[in-house]
Structures are given as structure tokens and as C-alpha cells.
């Protein structure tokens, strides 16, 4: 079976070498590389004309949607690998998915985080870690019911049958879920593959970090509602009505118990109820205590530490995420 690896990039200059390298350590000549320029203003085009096999130039900017889907257009394969330009594949990704795909069944595959960040920052590890220990630890099903595009596998006719990513979701969010999703309630089945661990070499900032995760939960807060109201991903009676998360409900409770939980003692703190307050922080640090005992056992308790805190700041972040995307969809806007 033919692979096509199809890497979308935009000012990828810093990341996209050692990304397209890794791809054909792994894969060799027999995987087709495609790699979507994406009005880069970095050495972008440059490193995938000396890297890919096709360089795709986009004639104007798409956003990760549109360039996936170009290059979608571009590759040859039977099975479409799509690939971040900040990730390096193991070097057996390509034998671990010839091996998957060869049985009938399996109509897409997804990789994980491996958690080995590259960079030694507060930040940047805990995004990785908690990517890592999300994909490990928390998801117990490996039939998945959403996807993530960083590493994601999918065979082309099934691609096609969807109709590709929704190129309305033109900022990197939640165009994946939506993809893993539509794939799911039409039946199709999403195979989590912990072999393919990927590592992830991208930098957060603190403030970059919680940005991101503003704009992500305003993004996914946004999917659900638009997807409820328009019965797009209407579903069997056994499978939820929509999935921004390749987790279930079940695997989520403690986070989204969290979610709650912290806002309650910020509020409790600013009405002087300290005992409330002190409550809320402390059961929220036990329902996250097996992240955090993840986090001390892999990198040791000062890295726990600061996980923590961060975490405590990044939560509050997604509740202004989600206020935030509850009422920009109530004025109107849906993607």
C-alpha cells in the first residue's frame, strides 16, 4: 500500500527539516512526501524543496484546514499521513501503520505525544507532559472518538467521503475533532496506536500557553453548540452526540470536575469564604493527583511543582475560553 505523508507548514522554517527528515528515515523512498507551503515568510519553501517529494505553494493563506486539504489533493497515496511541522515521527511509524492498515477494518490511525520535550521550560513540558499523560494514561478505549491532526493516518477514500477538513475552522483548533468525529458517527473507526509516539518541538511561553487554550476552548465550546443545533453529527443512541475530545466522558470527569471546581474558590476567595476557597484548590489538586504523581515520577517533584501551578492558571484560562466562545456564538459568530 502507498503511503503519503502531508506536512502543512507556515513560518515552519525553524522545525520543518528535522520533521521532514525524520519522515524519510522512517519511511524511505517509498513514502511520498507532500509538503503545503502555506505563504510562509520564513526558508519554509526552501527546506521543502530540498526535503519533500512535491511542494505544494499555496496562492493564498488557507489555514491548517485548507493546506491539509491541498495537499490531500496533491498526494498520491492510498493512505494520507498527516503530519505537524513541529513532530518527528519514531523511526517505525511507517512499518507500524503498513502493519494496521493491512487489516480491513481500521480506517484511520492515531498517534500520541511521546512526552520527551526538547525544550526545559515550566511551560513547554507541561503542555508536553500533560499531552503525553493524556494520550497514555487518561484514554483507556483505543477506539477513539475524535482525532488529532499532529499524527493522524487515514485512509483516502474515507478522507474524500468526508469531504476533508471543514475549511470554514481556518485557525489550527478544532478541525481535527471535527474530522474524528464525522468520521466516527458515520461508523467509521478511529484506532489509537501508542508504538506511533511522536515527539512534539514546539516552545510555549506562559502567556503563549494560555492564549492557546483561550482560543481552543472558545473553538471547541463553539463546535458543540454549532453541532447540537444543526444535528450535523447526529448519532447513534450509543455514542455521544459530538466528541471535541478523543476521550470519552467517562476518562474526562476529574478534568472537567476541575474546570468547575476552580472558578467556585476564586469566587469563594473574593467573598472572603476561605475555607471554600482552600476546599476548592485542594480536591482540585487531588482529582489531578495522578498527573501529578505522572509528572514527579517522570521528571521529578520541582517539575511537578510547577506543572501544578500552571495548571491552576491554565484551567481558569479554559473557563474564560469556553464564557468566551458561549457568547461570541450567542452574537453570532460560528466558526
Known amino acids: 500500500m502507498g503511503f503519503s505523508a502531508i506536512v502543512p507548514a507556515h513560518n515552519s522554517a525553524s522545525t520543518l527539516a528535522v520533521c521532514l527528515r525524520a519522515i524519510r528515515a522512517a519511511g524511505g523512498a517509498a513514502i511520498e512526501i507532500v509538503v503545503v507551503d502555506d505563504c510562509s515568510s520564513d526558508d519554509s519553501a526552501r527546506v521543502a524543496q530540498a526535503l519533500s517529494d512535491v511542494t505544494v505553494p ?5 489555514g491548517a484546514s485548507g493546506a ?17 511541522a513541529d513532530v518527528v515521527a519514531p523511526l517505525h511509524a511507517f512499518s507500524v501503520l503498513e502493519e494496521l492498515f493491512a487489516e480491513s477494518d481500521v480506517q484511520a490511525v492515531q498517534g500520541v505525544y511521546d512526552g520527551k520535550c526538547p525544550f526545559t521550560n515550566v511551560a513547554s513540558q507541561y503542555k508536553d507532559l500533560y499531552y503525553h499523560y493524556a494520550w497514555t494514561q487518561r484514554v483507556k478505549n483505543r477506539r477513539l472518538v ?14 474524500e467521503a468526508l469531504g476533508g477538513f471543514d475549511e470554514r475552522i481556518r ?8 474530522l474524528g468525529s464525522r468520521l466516527v458517527h458515520r461508523g467509521g473507526t478511529i484506532l489509537l496506536e501508542p508504538r506511533l509516539a511522536v515527539t512534539h518541538h514546539r516552545h510555549y511561553g506562559v502567556r503563549e500557553l494560555l492564549r492557546y487554550d ?12 454549532r453541532s447540537r443545533g444543526t444535528g ?9 452526540a ?21 472558578p467556585l474558590g476564586l469566587f469563594a476567595a473574593a467573598g472572603g469564604a476561605w475555607a471554600l476557597a482552600i476546599g476548592a484548590v485542594v480536591l482540585s489538586a487531588v482529582l489531578q493527583g ?7 515520577r517522570s521528571k521529578g517533584v520541582p517539575v511537578a511543582a510547577g506543572c501544578a501551578a500552571l495548571m491552576f492558571a491554565d484551567v481558569l484560562a479554559i473557563d474564560a475560553g469556553i464564557v468566551a466562545g458561549a457568547l461570541s456564538f450567542a452574537a453570532g459568530r460560528r466558526y
Open 290 to 296: 495522578s498527573f501529578f504523581r505522572f509528572v514527579s
Open 232 to 240: 450535523a453529527h447526529e448519532a447513534a443512541a450509543s455514542r455521544p
Open 171 to 178: 485557525v489550527p483548533t478544532v478541525e481535527d475533532a471535527d
Open 68 to 84: 491539509r486539504n491541498l495537499g490531500a489533493r496533491h498526494a498520491g497515496g492510498e493512505i494520507l499521513v498527516f503530519i505537524d
Open 146 to 159: 475524535s482525532a488529532a491532526s499532529f499524527f493522524f493516518a487515514i485512509r483516502r477514500e474515507v478522507f
Open 58 to 62: 499555496a496562492a493564498a493563506r488557507l
Open 242 to 262: 459530538v466528541a471535541v475530545s478523543t476521550a470519552r466522558a467517562s476518562e474526562m470527569w476529574s478534568w472537567v470536575a476541575v474546570l468547575g471546581l476552580l
Open 214 to 225: 483561550i482560543r481552543l476552548a472558545a473553538a471547541k465550546t463553539r463546535f458543540i453548540l
